[in-house]
C-alpha cells in the first residue's frame, strides 16, 4: 500500500512504467496493482496477492424460507452468495448463541436449534466471511407454529364403497318410482 509514499511523478510509456518517491528516481514498493477502470476486468497485481484488500462483504440472498413464512417443520434454506473469495458461511436462529457451520448452501436448519426454539417469530440470520474478514449478513423472518398444518381430509378406501353404495340405492329408488315393479 502506498499509505507511507508520496508519490511526485508517475509516467507511463510503452517501454516502462516507474513510480518515483521524492527526488529519489527509485521507490520501494511491496505490490502494484493495474486496472483498466473502464471495465472491472483484467486485473494485473505484481506481489502477493493476500495484501490486496478486499473492500466489499459477500452478499446473501436468501431463496427459502421467505418471510412470515409459517413453519411447523424444520425450516430447508437456500441461499446463493455473491463472493469470489468465499471463507466461511453460518446461521443462528437464537441471536448468535449458537452458530452453526455450514458448508452447503442448499440444506434444513438444525433440528435440535428448531426445537428449541419457541412458537411464534424466528430470525434465521446467515452470515458469510470472505478472506479478507469483511462478513456479509442476511435474515429472514418465519413464524414457528405449535400446531401442524392439517391437509385436508382424504376419503379413505372404504368410503368409496360406501359412496358407490348410496348412489346404487339411490338410483335404484328411482327407477322404482318411475317405473313400478311387476
Known amino acids: 500500500m502506498f499509505n507511507n509514499v508520496l508519490l511526485d511523478r508517475f509516467s507511463i510509456t510503452n517501454t516502462y512504467f516507474s513510480l518515483c518517491q521524492g527526488s529519489s528516481p527509485n521507490a520501494n514498493v511491496s505490490y502494484i496493482a493495474i486496472r483498466k477502470y473502464i471495465d472491472l476486468e483484467p486485473l494485473i497485481i505484481l506481489g502477493d496477492e493476500t495484501e490486496i484488500e478486499d473492500l466489499f462483504a459477500p ?38 448463541i449458537h452458530n452453526y457451520t455450514i458448508t452447503d448452501l442448499v440444506g434444513t436448519i438444525d433440528q435440535g436449534a428448531w426445537s428449541l426454539a419457541p412458537s411464534g417469530p424466528v430470525t434465521i440470520r446467515f452470515y458469510a466471511r470472505d478472506l479478507a474478514g469483511n462478513i456479509g449478513t442476511s435474515f429472514v423472518i418465519v413464524i414457528k407454529t405449535s400446531e401442524q398444518q392439517q391437509p385436508p381430509p382424504a376419503i379413505p378406501g372404504y368410503e368409496i364403497y360406501l359412496l358407490s353404495g348410496t348412489l346404487g340405492i339411490s338410483i335404484l329408488l328411482l327407477i322404482k318410482r318411475r317405473k313400478p315393479f311387476k
Open 59 to 96: 452478499l446473501i440472498t436468501i431463496n427459502q424460507p421467505q418471510n412470515a413464512e409459517q413453519l411447523y417443520y424444520t425450516p430447508v434454506y437456500d441461499i446463493s452468495i455473491e463472493e469470489m473469495n468465499l471463507d466461511e458461511v453460518w446461521y443462528t436462529i437464537d441471536e448468535g
